[in-house]
């Protein structure tokens, strides 16, 4: 199993240009997670789906929109990328009935 | 508003034990976990505290106080691998996480 996998690991990108950060899990979670870490501070939820079909907005929710593809599917868009959106993004799932949540590598993306 | 506090820094000796306090203040809390993050790397669950007391997990323990609002994190017999940043969350019901800013635990020889 690869449990939750991320791709790209790094991207930079020019302000105003759009990317889509794609996760995958491969251990049957209903609920997914998409967060953003700065340097030395803790994650920040961005936006969650608690099942197929839901999505829902964290703390962060602006400059960002969601897909729930499918069960094993969650992307994250930057329709007009910006420097204060420069962070490392964390796709993380959960079977949603347990605190548990398992992390994917990160993407480290930077905005210029 | 939601915050947990904790932290920024801890230095120990290798061998030694350390506690890494976490308080919060969130609305709709329903427990406090833990998770630690080596340098470069992604976050792993470590425990979950949902009532008052300690849960043991090997040379890891939790403690939580709710009428505190407060918990702490014990590691015991602390390894040169255990150097990483610790972040205490509190969840809700639905387990959705509000972490803190993460206390950085640096082991020394």
């Known amino acids: 199993n690869a449990g939750v996998t991320q791709t790209p690991k790094f991207q930079v990108l020019k302000t105003g240009q759009s990317m889509t950060l794609q996760c995958a899990q491969d251990?049957?979670?209903?609920?997914m997670y998409w967060y953003r870490q700065d340097p030395g501070m803790g994650l920040r939820l961005i936006y969650y789906?608690?099942?197929?079909?839901?999505?829902d907005k964290g703390e962060v929710p602006n400059g960002y929109n969601v897909s729930r593809l499918n069960k094993r599917e969650f992307s994250l868009r930057l329709e007009s990328a910006a420097p204060s959106q420069t962070s490392v993004y964390f796709c993380?799932?959960?079977?949603?009935?347990?605190?548990?949540?398992?992390f994917g590598p990160g993407t480290r993306l930077t905005v210029t | 508003g939601q915050s947990l506090e904790q932290p920024s820094e801890v230095t120990a000796v290798e061998g030694a034990i350390v506690q890494i306090n976490c308080t919060y203040q969130?609305?709709?809390?329903?427990?406090l976990s833990w998770y630690q993050q080596h340098d470069g790397g992604a976050p792993t669950f470590l425990s979950y505290?949902?009532?008052?007391g300690l849960e043991e997990t090997g040379r890891f323990s939790s403690f939580l106080s709710r009428s505190d609002s407060y918990g702490y994190l014990l590691l015991q017999e602390l390894q040169m691998k255990d150097s990483a940043s610790y972040f205490c969350?509190?969840?809700?019901?639905?387990?959705?996480?509000?972490f803190g800013s993460g206390t950085r635990l640096l082991v020394r020889p």
């Open positions: 251990m049957n979670h209903n609920s």
């Open positions: 993380a799932s959960s079977a949603g009935t347990t605190p548990e949540q398992y």
């Open positions: 505290n949902a009532l008052d």
């Open positions: 969130t609305s709709g809390f329903y427990g």
């Open positions: 969350a509190a969840s809700d019901s639905s387990y959705k996480l509000i």
């Open positions: 789906s608690a099942s197929e079909g839901t999505t």
